[in-house]
């Protein structure tokens, strides 16, 4: 029988109330077989780096810290300062901020995590990344000699997911990584100038870096895989209907990595089953793709779904989601245009709508 | 939209994320405008029941050569394309007919020299028509197309085009929209000395091509022998009669030929 081999997930907050209400929620969220939750109230007599070499001697699989560490007199301390020494270490980190919530953006660089500020959320987003980064870390291990053959990051991820066909799609999340994340472009230029002794192990590499594209771009912004809001969306329905869909869709939900904070469902495999809905029948028309996936979905549930709540086609169309007001919009010209600048190149369910496009057309523009 | 437009629009929005790849990783520098399917492909409403495609004008930035340092060409692709069902022989749909158009522009000095523009039919019904035809012609106008895409202002400096001879209907082989892509790959993104991961991405590139087939199945002349191992381009003017051709049609439409000139 293996061991347990928990892992350490290290909580950093200045607020020691709300640090103590996280460390709980997360206690009872992962049993101690699985992970071993640190916590760190810092004050001023503390060594701010010290600190986090000990907890790296640890061997902490993922930090979470809040903005501002200040409040008992540690200056220079701070979630950015925690954010850019474990990024360098390729430890994943999460920031919140309770006290400066509109001082984060809510989408975070590549290379960060955005950790939501209720506890429980924030629990539960701790607990998704945790063990998302596990079995990715895991999936790799075990498959090492495949994937040191394997020529680009999307390649391996497309074949760990076991859908090594959509390669191509992976890669367009993955177009500029060179330029999102100095820190770790830095690691790599390191192995070249110090040779192959100095190099990270590249599992560990792959794995920080996999991590963050899957979670950050891939399941954030909907392509090949759908979140259910995106479901919804894609769909052309109201989000009040995501618990029937899950219902409907039970074979296409994706159990991959981060599936924790899902639940989020293989987009052809979606196709698939609205396909077959229709299988054999002619003469049946549709104007837009949304049109069609609602259509197919209320034949298969045997009931109207819900319409959204869009103004311009009283929730009529739909087959794409705006990541930037979070509403379903369909790819008729006056509802939304494609923005490619903003949003990631493989994210064909995203679209930007019309109105909010017109207003930064000369940020969002090509 | 019928069904199965729905469902070839599926297959092309799979297939077109792939090409961006396979493109981008023969050249990196290389770009596409506009990226997303949903822009590129539009289904059109056609009483016949056909799955007809309109291809916007779509940009290719490429260099003019594999080894070339700069980007320096705008290449603007547009025309449309009419599937229908696969054939017994062959498990993908296939091509009823198409037209492309196609543009090449290079960048000196701020402005625009049109150097290279064709138009590629197929033609089932007009006499001395071969069936599958390239016309060269100015394609100037389609500057238009790159300043959009780019939202820039580029003036047309010389067209070195415009005095070709419209009327020379040059026999080839299918030229549709996505035989041209896997061709710019092959003229502008692959050379001898390219390495093997660019031979690997236009393998992709032709692969993600590769997801139909073209419409000589449908066409009695072109499958009888010595058309069928011979090639030349002496057979691609013989004319098939009108009850084969309805006949062999796997079709969602009347089965009548047509002409297949660009719509402007």
Redesign the interface.
């Known amino acids: 029988m293996t061991e347990p081999n928990p892992s350490v997930v290290v909580l950093i907050d200045d607020d020691e109330e709300h640090l103590a209400r996280l460390g709980e929620s997360m206690r009872e969220a992962v049993s101690a077989d699985e992970a071993v939750i640190e916590t760190w109230f810092p004050i001023e007599t503390d060594n701010f780096y010290e600190r986090l070499e000990e907890f790296k001697a640890a061997g902490a699989k993922l930090v979470i810290s809040d903005l501002d560490l200040t409040r008992r007199g540690l200056t220079g301390s701070s979630g950015a300062a925690v954010s850019s020494w474990f990024q360098s270490e390729l430890i994943p980190v999460g920031v919140f901020s309770v006290k400066h919530a509109t001082m984060l953006p809510s989408v975070p660089e590549l290379f960060e995590l955005r950790v939501p500020t209720e506890v429980d959320k924030a629990s539960s987003f701790a607990v998704a990344t945790l063990r998302g980064f596990r079995q990715l870390r895991e999936l790799l291990d075990s498959r090492r000699d495949e994937v040191s053959s394997m020529r680009s990051p999307a390649q391996v991820l497309a074949n760990l997911l076991g859908r090594g066909h959509l390669e191509g799609q992976f890669a367009l999340y993955m177009a500029r990584l060179g330029a999102s994340g100095s820190t770790v472009t830095d690691r790599l230029r390191g192995t070249a100038v110090s040779g192959e002794d100095a190099a990270p192990d590249r599992n560990a590499m792959l794995a920080y870096v996999l991590g963050h594209v899957l979670w950050n771009l891939i399941l954030r912004f909907p392509g090949p895989i759908l979140s259910a809001r995106a479901l919804c969306a894609y769909l052309a329905t109201a989000r009040k209907e995501s618990d029937a869909l899950a219902g409907l869709f039970v074979d296409a939900e994706y159990l991959g990595p981060f599936c924790d904070g899902g639940p989020f469902y293989w987009r052809e495999d979606i196709d698939s089953r609205l396909y077959a809905a229709f299988d054999g029948e002619g003469g049946i028309e549709f104007e837009t793709l949304g049109l069609f996936n609602r259509a197919a979905a209320e034949r298969l549930l045997g009931r109207e779904l819900a319409r959204h709540e869009c103004t311009r086609c009283d929730g009529k169309n739909g087959g794409f989601l705006c990541p930037v007001t979070d509403r379903p919009v369909c790819e008729l010209a006056e509802c939304s245009v494609s923005a490619s600048s903003w949003i990631p190149a493989g994210a064909e369910v995203c679209r930007i709508e019309r109105n909010f496009y017109e207003e930064w057309a000369p940020l969002l523009g090509l | 939209?019928?069904?199965e437009t729905?469902?070839v629009?599926?297959e092309l929005?799979?297939a077109w994320?792939?090409?961006?790849?396979?493109i981008?990783?023969m050249y990196s520098a290389s770009e596409i405008?506009?990226?997303?399917?949903?822009?590129v492909f539009h289904a059109v409403n056609s009483c016949d029941g056909e799955a007809r495609f309109e291809v916007a004008p779509v940009v290719f930035r490429v260099p003019e050569r594999a080894r070339c340092q700069s980007a320096n060409l705008y290449v603007v692709v547009e025309g449309w394309i009419v599937f229908t069902p696969p054939c017994e022989e062959d498990p993908r749909m296939t091509t009823l007919r198409f037209s492309t158009a196609v543009g090449y522009f290079r960048q000196k000095s701020g402005k625009l020299d049109h150097v290279f523009g064709v138009h590629y039919d197929m033609e089932e019904v007009l006499p001395g028509h071969p069936v599958f035809h390239a016309q060269l012609a100015s394609q100037a106008t389609l500057i238009d197309h790159i300043n959009e895409?780019?939202?820039s202002q580029f003036e047309l400096n010389e067209d070195n085009a415009k005095l070709l001879l419209r009327s020379v209907r040059v026999p080839i082989a299918q030229m549709d929209v996505f035989s041209v892509i896997t061709q710019l790959g092959a003229d502008h993104l692959l050379s001898s000395n390219s390495s093997p991961?660019v031979f690997?991405a236009f393998s992709?590139l032709r692969r993600?091509c590769d997801f139909f087939i073209g419409a000589a199945n449908h066409l009695p002349y072109l499958n009888s022998e010595p058309a069928r191992y011979c090639y030349r381009s002496t057979h691609w003017y013989e004319r098939a009669d009108k009850g084969a051709i309805a006949g062999v049609r796997r079709d969602?439409g009347t089965g009548t030929p047509r002409s297949s000139k660009i719509r402007r």
């Open positions: 939209m019928n069904l729905m469902r629009q599926t929005y799979t994320p792939d090409i961006r790849t396979s981008r990783r405008r506009p990226s997303a399917a949903s822009d895409r780019y939202n991961e690997k992709g993600a969602f």
